[in-house]
């Protein structure tokens, strides 16, 4: 069982109080009762000697004033229940050798008392014998005094009303005691508990009121100076915690900032290799490419010569109804469908020209991607950077994409054509893969202030909150593994900030998505 | 001898005398009312006077045949007798004296006092009482 300090006190205070009204209430006055009773035995003893002492005196001398005198000492004692003179006979019980000793009284002060010869001390009454040594009583004489005990019996509950009081007295003055010891050590142990309780969940701003000058307040006093070291210490503590989480936080940034770092140069290397590799490509295309669309022209001028001849022959032999000689040229012109071949011909150089033509476009569209960048803005149109990459990404989209321009009229804006372009590739790849089958993408471009908006809007599935929160984490793709490296918008986050411009997006699950790029025209800070 | 003996006898069987201060005392007193007065049964006279008994004690030849005489016992007997009496306190018990001279002059200045001696008395202020009518009983 586990006892309260509380409990403890008042268990403590009703243990003294308990053994104090029993030492108070009964022992003592018990003993005290004895010890007068002892008193009182003595006495009335000595009463009975003195009184026997004088009655046989005054018996022997016949001096029966004498005895009058000496009763006379006892009898006006208000305790004195009765004196008497007896006498001891020896009888025979008539048995050989065997006699009782019979006590008879001769006379009682007071005479109408009847007393029985054989009583004896009691609760109320004292009974004392004293010898007689007179020959008239054969030496067998004897006074036997009674006193009360009233008086002792009176003292006793004297004593006892008094230890009741006493007792009273105490147990209030206890109970006192009790409600002031719980106040300066059970109350203030209480506080400092709770306060401990309190304390150990963290608070420290926890303080106990010092109360008394004891060692309880020289705990309490202690107990507060702990606290408030306590509090010193961990307030050092979390200073100390601060500094290292923005330490650890600065430590993480720039870590973060050394692998995006790393993974921008990774990129631009990749990049930078690709450019030269698309540079290198495309000028080497671009020469037969030349050469094949310089020479179209010429050749079908040289075609449409050559028919004009033809024609030239053909009117000559109408006219001059030369059929005849050339009835074999004509057989084989019609066997040949030469009229179907010069349109297929004419069809054919259309063909090459225009496979020319688009194949020359493709490879400006690869050069102007591939430019490789200086550390130094370019000026450069983004319609252009829009286009080239259009027609790059042209063999994903064709046939099921329907790409809607709206090119405004903006200036030349600040940039680095190249990031700008993988931007843009990025942008568009991700519209044109939303778009499972047929859509359409909305590219819309303006001038708002001093700052050129691309808009990139596509019909595609759109994606949700949680997912539109992470696309610019680095790593983070809604890709097959394989599919995407989940760095494409994170670099072009990094871009577009780079050139102090900002990246948008709008979507909703199912109604596609809009990305708006929007960066200065004019750069303040030269890189 | 048998005579002398049975005189002597005669003559302490009569020769007893009952004293008694002038004042108080009768001048003649029966024998019942002598032995009531010495046994403590009476203890005013007739004047209203109060008994005060004069004893020689019983130990002396004189108080033994007074204690025959008067209480029919003897000597420790009367002593017993007025012990008792005197222990219970009912009465004065008597005034005891060694002599008869003593006796003579504790009657003469006490008023009312009685004592039994075995002579005649001259001392003043000393009555002989008689007894019955006689002198000696």
Known sequence: MRLNLKTKIWLTILTIVLMFSFFTFLYFPARQEEYLLKNYNNEVQNLAKTVAVGVEIAINEQNFKGIKKEIEIVKNDPRLSFVSLLEEDTVWTGKPGQFIIHDSIITSFPEKVTIPAEISSNGLLIVKRASLNTKLMNGNGAIMLGFKTAEIIQIRDRIRRVSFLVSGVVCVLAVLVGFWLSRNISKPILALREAARLVGEGDLEQRVKKSTRDEIGDLTEAFNKMVEDLGKTRSELKKANINLAATNTALKASMEDLREAQEQLLQAEKMASLGQLTAGIAHEINNPINFVSANITPLKEDLADIILILDCYDKIIEEKKLDDHFIEAKKLKEETHFGATVSEVRKLLTGIEDGARRTSEIVRGLRNFSRIDQNVFRKTNLNDCIESTLTLLHSSYKNRIEVITKYGDIPEVDCFPGQINQVLMNILSNAIQSISETGKIFINTRVTGDMVKISVKDTGTGMTEEIRKKIYDPFFTTKEVGKGTGLGLYISYGIIEKHNGKIEVFSNVGEGTEFVITIPITQQIPV | ?137
């Not at chain 2, 002597?8 to 032995?35: F, H, R, W």
Request: hydrophobic content about 40%; overall charge neutral; some cysteine.
């Open chain 2, 1 to 137: 001898m048998v005579m002398l003996c049975s005189i002597s006898l005669m003559a302490q069987d009569n020769n007893l005398v009952v004293i008694g201060n002038q004042s108080g005392t009768p001048a003649d007193i029966k024998m019942n009312e002598l032995k009531a007065v010495f046994r403590g049964e009476r203890q005013r006279w007739g004047d209203g006077t109060k008994v005060v008994i004069a004893m020689i004690k019983t130990t002396t030849p004189l108080g033994n045949e007074i204690s025959e005489k008067i209480y029919s016992m003897n000597g420790d007997g009367v002593r017993g007798f007025w012990a008792g009496i005197s222990f219970a306190g009912k009465f004065d018990p008597p005034n005891v004296f060694n002599t008869e001279s003593e006796v003579e002059t504790f009657v003469s200045q006490n008023p009312g006092a009685i004592a039994i001696l075995d002579r005649t008395t001259t001392t003043p202020d000393v009555k002989t009482i008689l007894v019955s009518g006689k002198k000696t009983f």
